[in-house]
């Protein structure tokens, strides 16, 4: 890999680290506040919703400058939003500016990756970035959960930084570094020489073109059955953060900052997953991993009857394992054909509208469950079920496609 992939790589871990630490103490400060428990998931909802409402901007905003240019923007925001907390804010509001820059942030640092790279190396690049954004979440949750110990904060405050007048303001600046220093790779990301479209100036002509786009990606027999899975992933995996904070307190008796630590335990074994995935999954077999997906839902089910800390990891590192492999493989799949119907930037703002449309309703309808009153293993036996059936569901549909377009091709033959 050329020495350009590396720094575009540092850069996307620091934004990604400091993302997932300020969800923790976010989490935290929510708490210190006093506010419901349903304001929790109402964190990534927030941060979420700039992905959905900007979808149709982003990826024409992307395709219009040089990508590292586009990258510096997005962490300025970031930091806007670390300032805002510093100041008062309250952290829904703050974090949806954060939420801002990330959805500006995503279509580029993907879309650079096939501006920058021939495509063979595709799978292997979307599995070290994969990797690489899950390492930043599992030290990010971890950084998170470590911030808000109070001997940790405490010792912070010792050190009289500007700005800083509680334990938790030290945390968020600590956590605004991280944004600087991937502003800093961002300025040393190699130009790429692709020529950029300038930005229409007409809103509407952007939203009918996102539109276009997502239908094309929809209507496409690979697309749609790549497409179905990364949303579902995505949702699931936004909704499972929450669950398994819950879950630790409530089955394991862990306070937030060592759940946090488990949360990081999942996304170990989304690593390894996506490692295997990368060594044995070719981009033309990618659609055999579908009933990995069906496996992860069932084994979610376990969790209701585990109360041991030790074999809660060890089933948090297989539901990880298993989610990590069906899912990098689906996100190449679907990069490569929106690659083809419509260019890079484009097909990841579609691809970014759809999962955080699900990460929206799913984390919203986990919020409408807690709120009421419904038990932790309810919920979990509830998102097992719906994760594996609609896994299930995908696979018939897949196996529908299969069979019309093995039909088409038995015509074309007896044509020629």
Same mark, same amino acid.
């Given at each position: ?23 923790? !103490? ?14 929790? @998931? ?11 409402? #900007? ?52 279509? &580029? ?40 110990? @109070?001997? !940790? ?53 952007? %939203? ?7 239908? #094309? ?20 995996? &936004? ?43 070719? #981009? ?93 293993? &309810? %919920? ?8 594996? &059936? ?27």
């Amino acid at each position: 890999m050329p020495l350009g992939f590396y720094i575009i790589m540092a850069a996307q871990f620091f934004s990604a680290l400091a993302d997932n630490a300020l969800l923790i !103490v976010a989490i935290a400060l929510l708490r210190d506040m006093g506010s419901p428990a349903e304001y929790e @998931p109402l964190l990534k909802l927030f941060f979420t919703v700039s992905y959905v409402a #900007l979808a149709a901007f982003v990826g024409a905003f992307a395709d219009s400058m040089p990508k590292w240019r586009v990258m510096l923007i997005s962490n300025t925001i970031k930091i806007g939003g670390c300032l805002m907390l510093l100041l008062g804010a309250h952290p829904l509001f703050a974090y949806a500016v954060i939420g801002l820059g990330a959805a500006a942030y995503s279509p &580029a640092k993907y879309g650079i990756l096939t501006e920058y790279l021939p495509h063979r190396l595709l799978v292997v690049a979307n599995g070290w970035i994969e990797g690489l954004t899950v390492g930043a979440i599992i030290l990010g949750t971890v950084m998170g959960g470590v911030l808000i110990r @109070p001997d !940790v904060s405490g010792w912070l405050l010792t050190l009289k930084l500007p700005f800083v007048g509680s334990a938790f303001q030290a945390s968020v600046l600590a956590i605004s570094t991280l944004y600087l220093i991937g502003a800093w790779f961002n300025f040393h990301i190699p130009d790429t020489g692709v020529d950029h479209k300038p930005l229409k100036n007409n809103p509407l002509y952007l %939203v009918h073109d996102f539109n276009h786009c997502l239908k #094309l990606l929809w209507r496409d027999k690979l697309g749609q059955i790549s497409l179905a899975v990364t949303t579902l992933f995505w949702g699931a995996g &936004a909704t499972l953060q929450f669950i398994v904070i819950k879950w630790a307190e409530h089955n394991l008796g862990l306070d937030l900052s060592k759940a946090s630590m488990l949360q990081g335990v999942v996304a170990i074994g989304i690593a390894i997953g996506a490692v295997m995935a990368a060594r044995f999954v070719t #981009l033309r077999r990618s659609v055999r991993v579908i009933p990995l997906g069906i496996a992860m839902g069932l084994v979610v089910l376990v969790m209701t009857i585990v109360t041991d800390a030790t074999i809660a990891m060890v089933l948090m590192v297989v539901v990880g394992a298993l989610a990590g492999f069906f899912v990098v493989p689906m996100n190449a799949l679907l990069q490569h054909r929106g690659h083809i119907l419509m260019g890079a930037g484009h097909s990841i703002a579609v691809q970014n509208f759809n999962e955080n449309l699900s990460i929206l309703i799913m984390t919203g309808g986990y919020a409408l469950l807690i709120m009421s009153g419904l038990s932790i293993n &309810a %919920v979990i036996v509830l998102f097992g079920i719906f994760v594996a &059936a609609s896994m299930f569901l995908v696979k018939l549909k897949h196996e529908a496609n299969q069979r019309v377009a093995d039909a088409v091709g038995q015509l074309d033959d007896h044509h020629h």
